[in-house]
């Protein structure tokens, strides 16, 4: 069974380096799911030097009208 496996947006930088060895976790425990991160735009470069995410999904944030 492919599992599919979604981390939702840590906010900032500290945040997301103390999420990382979990995510790095979750990967190794089931290698051949596909590991998506839904984050911030700008967090995009910074999530892309991690192989273990297999795809980032933007996600702007709340916005009011």
């Given at each position: 069974m492919m599992h599919k496996i979604a981390v939702f947006r840590t906010l900032q930088l500290g945040d997301m380096l103390c999420a990382m060895p979990a995510i790095a976790t979750m990967k190794y425990n089931y290698p051949k799911?596909?590991?998506?991160?839904?984050?911030?735009?700008?967090?995009?470069?910074?999530?892309k030097r991690f192989d273990y995410v297999d795809k980032f999904v933007a996600f702007p944030g709340h916005c009011l009208i």
């Open positions: 799911s596909t590991l998506y991160f839904i984050g911030l735009p700008h967090m995009e470069p910074f999530i």
